[in-house]
């Protein structure tokens, strides 16, 4: 067995590698409907280059798919975007962003196993595309945070009309983010983790 004039299998590379002092690992899903910016914050704050199966989108999706608002998009998500965080030495994220596109949402289930919970990224221009994802998380049972993506074209709204639009209860984290920013998504996943956080300490006191 030949790779590169070695005999030997190659390794992870050093980036890919983890964190020797990392103690903890937990599953996070990023969902949301097509053209959200999955990919985009997946890659922004991941620290090792992300997985990513993207494919050039063709004429047959025409009609098929939703592009409102993302007419410029090229490609998209086929199986899931694979990335990796510390948040701290002892704590690893791996982030597995979701198809967006219906027809492709039956990899879901698969990419919801295990998972402790998630992020629902939202384009106020397409608000509707965020019920059946929502709807999909609660029958699993995975909690959540709302991410609202800022487009430039995207109408603004009180988190209170965002939080009644959408039919969320009163506990649940809405966040205004900008997906491509690494800084801005990190404070989305840190948001996630103090949801979490909080749900445990209220269900170890109940």
């Given at each position: 067995?030949?790779f590169?004039?070695?005999d030997?299998?190659p390794g992870?590379r ?7 002092t990392a103690q903890a690992?937990?599953k996070?899903?990023?969902v949301?409907?097509f053209?959200?910016?999955?990919t985009?914050?997946?890659?922004s704050?991941s ?7 993207e494919?050039?989108?063709t004429q047959?999706g025409?009609?098929?798919?939703d592009?409102?608002?993302?007419a ?6 086929v199986a ?13 994220l791996y982030l ?6 219906q ?7 698969g990419?919801?196993?295990?998972a402790?919970g998630?992020v ?5 221009r397409?608000l509707e595309?965020?019920f059946?994802v929502m709807g999909?998380?609660?029958e699993r049972?995975?909690p959540?945070?709302v991410a ?6 995207a109408p603004?709204?009180?988190v ?5 639009a ?12 900008d997906?491509?920013r ?6 989305v ?5 103090r949801f979490l ?5 209220t269900g170890?006191?109940t």
């Amino acid at each position: 067995m030949d790779f590169n004039g070695s005999d030997t299998i190659p390794g992870p590379r050093t980036e890919d590698q983890l964190p020797h002092t990392a103690q903890a690992a937990a599953k996070i899903v990023i969902v949301g409907g097509f053209g959200v910016g999955k990919t985009t914050m997946v890659g922004s704050v991941s620290e090792i280059t992300p997985l990513t199966t993207e494919e050039t989108m063709t004429q047959a999706g025409i009609g098929v798919d939703d592009n409102f608002g993302s007419a410029s998009k090229t490609a998209t998500t086929v199986a899931m975007d694979f990335g990796r965080i510390s948040i701290t030495d002892q704590l690893v994220l791996y982030l597995f962003g979701t198809p967006g596109q219906q027809r492709f949402w039956f990899l879901w289930n698969g990419l919801f196993e295990g998972a402790l919970g998630a992020v629902v990224l939202v384009d106020t221009r397409r608000l509707e595309v965020s019920f059946d994802v929502m709807g999909r998380l609660e029958e699993r049972g995975v909690p959540f945070v709302v991410a609202i993506n800022s487009f430039p074209d995207a109408p603004h709204y009180a988190v209170e009309e965002l939080r009644t639009a959408l039919d969320l209860t009163p506990d649940i984290p809405i966040i205004e983010c900008d997906a491509r920013r690494r800084a801005s998504s990190r404070d989305v996943l840190m948001t996630l983790m103090r949801f979490l956080h909080s749900l445990a300490m209220t269900g170890s006191r109940t």
